[in-house]
């Protein structure tokens, strides 16, 4: 209706994580139709989800990435050392610790990130029931993987604005 009658059109599709699987691809058809023929312009939050798009073979100049970002309100300014965090890419998931958070998820990508980049470090900003068990299960992980659980006390904007990644749960 948007292209009709030339009024901008916005829209959101928050269930479409790209999958590029055939599966995904028959049973997203009629989505990618509409964002190709009802859409002119898609802005998207990463370069994975461009690639989505040009892979439904969207016009790859009519896909701009506008990364999130914001000065988190709070923030004191504190260093990483200050918080005793280290330098180098960091990853941090602020969430409280009950079942079905994802530390499970967490715990067992971490080696994998590890691999990855080597001088990646992940913190843990959180508690809750499953705290003495998750701090276990990860001490435990052989051979150690870079984690640190942080002080539930800290200033929670400053982690966040020190950290590269903020892992959501």
Known sequence: AGLITGVPTLASSYKTVPNF???????????????????????????????????????PGHVQVIYPGMRWPGSSGATRAALGLPDGPLATMVAPIPVNQGYDILLDAVPRLINRLPTAHVAVLGTGPLDAEMRAESAAIRPPIPLTWL??????????EASDVIIVH
């Open 21 to 59: 699987s055939r599966r995904y691809q028959i049973r997203t058809r009629p989505m990618q139709q509409f964002f190709r023929l009802g859409i002119r312009r898609v802005v998207v939050p990463s370069a994975l989800a461009k690639k989505a798009f040009e892979d439904m073979h969207y016009p």
């Open 151 to 160: 002080d539930p006390d800290v200033n929670r904007a400053d982690v966040i």
